[in-house]
């Protein structure tokens, strides 16, 4: 019993050392080698020595013929390894045909060579595998050796693009800073020098030196508006209330001064609390619309409605100037295109409605 159990893991080792696995023929094996067992165990007197017999010479055949196919397969497309395990099979094989024919009285002799031939095809079996565990260690270690070359390549690799990445960025925040300043300029400076020049034509000659003093010092205020903004974004929120209120009071003045009637209606705007970016970002929204009124539009009467509730901020800019020009349908100016891009910012809508006697700017934010 022991034998046929040596056989049949025998069987299965010269397959898997083929790298074949064939499921039905290994049960099938297995399943004789089970019923051979039972039936050893059940059979008595001279049943078991003919029985014996037979299961030995079946199991030496076994033996035989799984040796000379793996000697076949390793001469015509084995490896290296498989090949010298062939060489010793085939003399394994060789001894069992030896002690074969001494079991079966064929030859005269009682000098066995099958219990020689296998312990060398053990130790030969054991060989190959330390072989093979050395050389699949080799492998591993020569695997990790190019992992490690590979995670340093990718890893300089990662610096490089992550320097690039980040030269880009500083590029891109330069030009984003010098973009918004060029809009600050446009939207913030401009526009109170437009609306003092406007204010300068319009009075006399002999304007008093505080009049002309003050205008200066509203260039001088906007100026340091536009300077101290990037420093102010570091604090936090506030209220758009305290942010309109010297906004408010000039921007009515240098009205008041252009001979347009300004009324301001706002609602819930104490309850409104913006970073100081984005309170910036509207208050230069307000300052160009009414630079326009105050350059464009001839108007004489002007309102500026803010209401803030339930988290929506609408600002309504409302003339009743001459409207926009025909010629100017479907054009945009730089001053209206600072405006759509500094509400997209914002994560608003910009909408703008003209006609003669009648012209309106809403922006609308929501989720504040």
Same mark, same amino acid.
């Given at each position: 019993m022991c034998l046929?159990?040596?056989?049949?893991?025998?069987?299965?080792? =010269?397959?898997?050392?083929?790298?074949?696995?064939?499921?039905?023929?290994?049960?099938?094996?297995?399943?004789?080698?089970?019923?051979?067992?039972?039936?050893?165990?059940?059979?008595?007197?001279?049943?078991?020595?003919?029985?014996?017999v037979a299961l030995s010479t079946v199991q030496t055949l076994h033996y035989i013929a799984v040796s000379l196919?793996?000697?076949?397969?390793?001469?015509?497309?084995?490896?290296?390894?498989?090949?010298?395990?062939?060489?010793?099979?085939?003399?394994?094989?060789?001894a069992?045909?030896?002690?074969?024919?001494?079991?079966v009285g064929i030859l005269n002799d009682n000098l066995y060579l099958s219990p020689l031939s296998v312990l060398v095809e053990m130790v030969c079996m054991a060989l190959i595998l330390g072989w093979q565990f050395v050389t699949n260690l080799r492998r591993i270690e020569r695997f990790n050796t190019e992992l490690k070359l590979g995670i340093e390549q990718a890893r300089g690799e990662l610096t490089q693009t992550l320097q690039r990445q980040h030269e880009l960025e500083i590029a891109n925040t330069r030009l984003a800073a010098r973009l918004n300043l060029a809009h600050d300029l446009h939207d913030g400076l401009?526009?109170?020098?437009?609306?003092?020049? =406007?204010?300068?034509?319009?009075?006399?000659?002999?304007?008093?030196?505080?009049?002309?003093?003050?205008v200066l010092k509203e260039l001088r205020d906007d100026l340091r508006i536009i300077i101290d903004s990037p420093t102010n974004q570091q604090y936090g929120a506030t209220t758009l209330e305290s942010q309109l209120s010297p906004f408010r009071h000039r921007l009515t003045r240098q009205f008041e001064a252009g001979d347009i009637?300004?009324?301001?209606?706002?609602?819930?705007?104490?309850?409104?609390?913006?970073?100081p970016a984005s309170s910036l970002e509207?208050?230069?929204?307000?300052?160009?619309?009414l630079t326009n009124v105050f350059r464009h539009s001839r108007?004489?009467?002007?309102?500026?409605?803010?209401?803030?509730?339930?988290?929506?901020?609408?600002?309504?800019?409302?003339?009743?100037?001459?409207?926009?020009?025909?010629?100017m349908a479907g054009r945009e100016g730089t001053g209206l295109r600072s405006m759509r891009a500094r509400v997209g910012?914002?994560?608003?809508?910009?909408?703008?409605?003209?006609?003669?006697?009648?012209?309106? =700017?809403? =922006?609308?934010?929501?989720d504040l």
């Open positions: 046929m159990v040596f056989n049949g893991a025998f069987t299965l080792f =010269v397959l898997r050392f083929s790298g074949r696995h064939w499921p039905r023929y290994e049960r099938v094996v297995w399943a004789c080698i089970a019923l051979a067992c039972a039936a050893l165990c059940v059979t008595r007197g001279e049943s078991l020595a003919t029985l014996r196919a793996f000697t076949v397969f390793a001469v015509r497309r084995g490896r290296i390894d498989q090949r010298i395990l062939a060489l010793f099979l085939a003399l394994a094989v060789a069992a045909i030896h002690d074969t024919l001494l079991f401009g526009g109170t020098l437009v609306s003092s020049i =406007v204010t300068l034509e319009r009075t006399p000659q002999d304007m008093p030196a505080a009049r002309f003093l003050g009637d300004c009324a301001w209606h706002l609602d819930g705007i104490d309850t409104c609390a913006l970073p509207l208050m230069r929204v307000l300052q160009e619309a108007a004489s009467r002007l309102e500026i409605d803010m209401w803030h509730r339930q988290g929506e901020l609408r600002l309504t800019v409302r003339d009743n100037g001459a409207g926009f020009p025909p010629d910012r914002l994560g608003g809508t910009l909408d703008i409605a003209s006609a003669p006697g009648a012209t309106t =700017v809403t =922006v609308i934010l929501k």
